[in-house]
């Protein structure tokens, strides 16, 4: 990287969620906003039981296993070299007709947890932010996205940023038209290990060169020199970044009893709920538009 580097970050320290503060995080000029106790343990425990014996892999994924309930674009994305070169004319139409299968997840989740977590979240983001419209992505009738996918990284994940105007190139999704991307990690379980890095570089069409075209990751050379936050969430956390900058998730331990219930190879999942948010260009007339999708 470039010896010139200056960090694009104001400071590192554990930020807050405000109006102000998720701006910034829009922008990239703060690593995270940790928001803690965003969620009771009472309501985030019913959730990891009801949620975690139905975890399955996703559908297409390179490299470490993921696990979800609910449904991902990034499941329909060209994830390698290989994916590109050998896509699927219907990937879109197959991305839809799995959001069709889970539309009604989230009211079937309430009628057992008590709480729609999922509303809440979005509620608080429309709170912030009264003079935008904060809606799920869609494409016209019956193509609305899937936004609160629960799922579970305990294996890890590559060095990688979500940038969808370069992830999902291959088709004309209309989350390829976000100027600005974050994301939002609502914590359900507590877990040992399986922190997240977020690494001080943002894609530019330079990352490229540090691409690993057999998977959605980056060679660790892109981020050396650059500054790092570390975010350690407990149960209950809500914690917020901007996924066009590098980061990676590493491994969870082994929990000391083996005979914990509901443990995955030794491990407890490492449950949230997550959704991307991007920023739309605005259009002459309208409001902003944040829009939603997992």
């Keep these: 990287m470039s010896t010139d580097y200056v960090s694009q970050w104001k400071d590192i320290m554990e930020t807050s969620l405000t109006r102000q503060s998720f701006l910034e995080i829009l922008d990239g000029k703060i690593p995270y906003i940790l928001e803690s106790q965003f969620l009771h343990r009472d309501v985030a425990k019913k959730l990891e039981d009801v949620l975690a014996p139905q975890l399955i892999p996703y559908l297409h994924a390179t490299g470490p296993t993921l696990l979800k ?5 990034f499941e329909f994305q060209a994830l390698s070299e290989a994916d590109v070169q050998n ?3 219907n990937a879109k139409e197959r991305y839809f007709i799995e959001v069709q299968k889970n539309k009604h ?3 079937h989740i309430t009628t057992i947890s008590g709480q729609n977590v999922w509303q809440t979240v979005v509620d608080k983001l429309r709170s912030l932010f009264p003079e935008w419209d904060v809606v799920v992505a869609d494409e016209g009738p ?3 996205y899937f936004s609160g996918i629960f799922r579970s990284i305990n294996d890890s994940t590559p060095i990688h940023c979500d940038w969808s105007p370069y992830d999902s190139r291959t088709e004309d999704w209309v989350i390829n038209q976000v100027t600005k991307q974050a994301v939002f990690n609502l914590y359900l379980a507590p877990f040992a290990g399986g922190r997240t890095e977020i690494h001080d570089v943002q894609w530019t069409p330079d990352a490229l060169k540090f691409r690993d ?3 959605y990751g980056y060679s660790s050379a892109i981020v050396e020199g650059r500054e790092t936050a570390t975010i350690e969430p407990k149960v209950g956390d809500l914690c917020l970044f901007n996924t066009r900058n590098m980061h990676q998730v590493f491994p969870v331990e082994k929990e000391e009893d083996p005979n914990m219930e509901g443990l995955i190879n030794g491990k407890r ?3 949230t709920l997550s959704s991307f948010i991007g920023l739309l260009p605005q259009r002459e007339g ?3 538009r944040l829009i939603l999708w997992s």
């Design 69 to 73: 309930v609910g449904v991902a674009q």
């Design 87 to 89: 896509r699927p004319d």
């Design 105 to 107: 997840l989230h009211d």
């Design 142 to 144: 019956g193509k609305e």
């Design 213 to 215: 075209t057999e998977s």
């Design 269 to 271: 999942a490492r449950l």
């Design 286 to 288: 309208e409001k902003p």
